[in-house]
């Protein structure tokens, strides 16, 4: 359970050590060491691309495409060393998506014809989508780059005002804070605890102490259950929840911080008790009846997965793209100003509004949000952040001028669960909706996978997407893994990787949950004299069981680590290893690159040749838990792998680094 801090042991190395199995691999990444430039239409950019020891190609092809045409261009060795060579080559930014790839001609070796794109070498002529990508301007904020973000479910998180001397709603069914969430059905809406958003306020002490920088609210306008994704109106705050000043005030306190607020809008259904809906069945030559898409008035129409509650928008109709999408007046613009000022939009089931059989106006919605917002950027010079939840592949709705990222379940969650997943769990979970047990892969095919989901889009995308261990949709990751020891090892990848870091609330304290809405956990704060909750100290059990307090620990000495390590939070990535219990990685960034290591279980030592990394030593060394650094012969980092455990190490650059550029 230590993490021991410093110098690395020396030693010698373990018999059975194994090579960095991606080492041999050639290296291209669209962070900012290996492509240089500044990114605005119309510049050139200098693409790094180094080829290990080896392989000895006699020419490197850069091939891009503009304006749809294959333009090629002959790379320029610049470098030689003893393990490997630079090529640079240009990549110009004539096109707003400019995608570019490279050809290894080595004749005479066993691979004389080898191309590598964003998802690695193949010995095949590729198609485009898996080529690397670059936006020729990238207009996202700026401030997501250095994210630490909270998901809090406003009932669950804390409650400011004694619920007994709130009126609760005839749908609400009151509960006492600790106890245990209803697992499924009906009663998962209707479970009132009574946190509201003072009782986020409250404690923003503790979310600064955790290293949170942003909080996302899920719904907050006045709705009919607890999740209010099945609002009533986008134009109020629900009073359960404090009203619209409680709101002010909470974004307020965070901006007086210097945090922000991300919140929760649901584009593509509203609530059959909303007012639009309401006036659509009242009338149907009303204005609001062309919001829904009725197939027989009144009873007949669509809704979210044919759940009738829920009744989903038309996006044909312009009047609702102007009330809910376009300009200063609409629901989108509305809460990014002034009283509120809240930072960004995360879009519920984004990858299905407007969508509806034959209609497909997805890209539309997206565009129109991220216009109105470009306006209230212009208006109040604040950058803001629109993202969407995708369960899936959103790689071919992140191309164009709408979401700047997603949540990625198919990029970052899914996967990591795979390969963390409890290999003999108790009582199986199913597979987010594929009727079999969670699997249980090697590493290998893991990172295979991360790999070409990742190649399908711009790198400022997956920057710019959350990055969850677990959220209020799915089941709690300490469930998924079942143990400690390999909570903490996804805890690593999750502070670690490309994308926003979004804590689920509870995580951090060892929460479980075999579903969404049993994963939506109270947060024990311990009661004050007077019997409010305390605004920092906890109690010892939540609804789950014990308070895990050195999961905590290692949360916040993971938010440190990434605060102070650029790579880690702007860095491009390159993959060093991916065995079936061991998988590493490489954040590249000028200033320092910085080497991660994860493990599942023991496996046999992993031996790291200083200069295939482009170091010469290493600058700081975290190691948690059963990896230890040993150092043997001079030039190679040595990790010793006694069980699951993490690595997060500094890397000194090489001198010469990574070539001069002409």
Not at 566 to 587: F, K
Not at 639 to 651: D, E, F, N, Q, T
Request: aromatic fraction near 8%; glycine fraction near 8%.
């Amino acid at each position: 359970m230590a993490s021991r801090l410093g110098q690395a042991r020396p030693g010698a190395v373990p018999s059975g050590a194994v090579v960095g199995s991606c080492l041999a691999e050639p290296h291209h990444d669209t962070g900012p060491s290996y492509l240089v430039g500044h990114r605005v239409p119309g510049a050139v950019l200098t693409a790094r691309l180094w080829v290990p020891a080896g392989m000895a190609p006699e020419q490197v092809v850069l091939r891009q495409v503009v304006d749809g045409e294959p333009a090629i261009t002959l790379m320029k060795r610049v470098s030689h060393h003893e393990d490997g060579s630079w090529w640079h080559g240009p990549v110009r930014l004539v096109n707003p998506l400019n995608r570019y790839r490279f050809l290894l001609l080595e004749p005479g070796a066993d691979e004389p014809y080898l191309w590598l794109t964003a998802a690695g070498t193949v010995n095949h002529d590729p198609a485009d989508a898996t080529d690397f990508s670059v936006l020729s301007e990238d207009t996202g904020p700026d401030w997501v780059l250095d994210a630490v973000m909270y998901q809090v479910f406003p009932d669950r998180f804390a409650r400011h005002t004694d619920p007994s001397t709130r009126q609760a709603p005839a749908w609400a069914v009151p509960h006492n804070w600790l106890d245990e969430p209803p697992v499924a059905g009906d009663a998962t809406a209707a479970a009132w605890y009574g946190g509201d958003l003072d009782g986020v306020i409250d404690h923003l002490d503790y979310l600064q102490g955790l290293g949170v920088n942003t909080v996302y609210l899920t719904p907050i306008f006045q709705a009919r259950s607890v999740h209010r994704y099945d609002s009533v109106t986008f134009e109020h705050v629900d009073p359960l929840l404090g009203g619209d000043e409680a709101l002010e005030r909470l974004s307020r306190a965070l901006h007086e911080r210097g945090m922000r607020l991300l919140l929760d809008l649901t584009t593509n259904h509203t609530g059959d008790a909303h007012e639009w809906f309401r006036s659509a069945v009242a009338d149907p030559h009303s204005p609001e009846a062309s919001f829904y898409a009725f197939r027989k008035h009144p009873d007949d129409y669509a809704a979210w997965l044919d759940v009738p509650s829920l009744p989903k928008l038309d996006h044909r109709s312009s009047l609702l793209r102007d009330r809910l999408l376009r300009g200063p007046g609409s629901v989108t613009a509305r809460w990014l100003t002034e009283p509120v000022n809240a930072d960004g939009w995360r879009t519920d089931v984004a990858n299905m509004t407007g969508r509806f059989g034959q209609v497909d106006l997805n890209h539309q919605v997206a565009a129109d949000m991220r216009a109105t917002m470009a306006e209230v950027e212009a208006s109040t010079g604040r950058p803001l952040w629109l993202v969407a939840e995708h369960g899936h592949d959103a790689s071919r709705d992140l191309e164009g001028t709408g979401w700047h990222g997603t949540m990625s379940y198919a990029g970052f969650t899914r996967p990591l669960w795979s390969w963390l997943s409890d290999p003999d769990p108790a009582d199986a979970l199913t597979w987010l909706g594929i009727p079999t047990a969670i699997p249980h892969r090697p590493g290998s095919a893991v990172v295979r996978g991360v790999r070409s989901y990742h190649a399908h889009m711009p790198a400022t995308s997956v920057a710019r997407s959350m990055n969850l261990l677990s959220s209020h949709d799915t089941p709690r990751t300490r469930t998924v893994v079942g143990s400690r020891d390999a909570h903490l090892v996804a805890a690593t990848a999750l502070f670690t990787a490309p994308g926003v870091p979004t804590v689920f609330a509870g995580d951090e304290l060892g929460a479980t949950g075999r579903t969404g809405e049993h994963s939506r956990t109270t947060i024990p704060w311990a009661l004050a004299p007077d019997g409010t909750q305390h605004h920092t100290e906890l109690a010892d059990h939540g609804s789950w069981g014990p308070v895990d307090r050195a999961v905590l620990e290692r949360y916040q000495q993971l938010s440190a680590l990434r605060r102070a390590l650029p790579a880690l939070r702007r860095g491009g990535l390159r993959w060093v290893h991916a065995g079936d219990d061991v998988v590493a990685w490489v954040r590249t960034h000028p200033a320092g690159d910085v080497l991660v290591v994860l493990a599942r279980g023991a496996a046999a030592p992993l031996r790291l040749p200083l200069a295939t990394l482009h170091a010469c030593g290493t600058t700081a060394q975290t190691c948690f838990d059963d990896i230890e650094i040993v150092y043997g012969e001079a030039g190679t980092l040595n990790l010793s792998v006694l069980g699951p455990g993490s690595a997060i190490i500094a890397l000194t650059p090489a001198v010469p680094e990574r070539g001069p550029i002409h």
